[in-house]
């Protein structure tokens, strides 16, 4: 569907593989194992129509598997994935323009959320030069969201936390949910 001119794509998206390995986005080859690229290389799967095959994936892995890396790089994937898109509102049917387009980052705490994973997101999006080239960088100043062009925004919170209230969530990243009130 990326090389057909009613592609919902402004350009085509490279694949994950490309995306974590490539100087030209996150060149994190050296730093992402094996068994990491091969689980991304699954949940980013699509179909003929582009549409992804995954819509609910769950890690339930031990301690020092990078798990928050591996969410951190597919948080940035997707980022980069929607702000590709021409019109991401229009793209997913039931948005109205205007919507909020979020990817929540949940931890047991607020503020483990923003310095866990969230933290993890902040630095793959500073690292990779994709973002940087298309003036994509998050705002030093800001450490409670990342917010980017087409109204599209990664967010941290706890279990307990109603941020997300007024954003479209499209995709949560929940750590440690077993120990969720």
Known sequence: NFGVTNSPYVEPCVDIQTFVNSKDYLNASARTRPAVMEDLATIFQFDENGKMKYHEIVFDEGKGSGKGYKSSVIATYLVYRLLRLKNPQKYFPNLSPGSKIAIMNMSLTGAQAKDV?????????EQCKWFREHGFEPDPDVKSVLRFPKDIYVLPGSSKETAPAGYDIIAGIMDEAAWYT
């Not at 994973?117 to 999006?125: C, D, L, M, T």
């Open 117 to 125: 994973v969230f933290g993890q997101i902040s630095a793959r999006v």
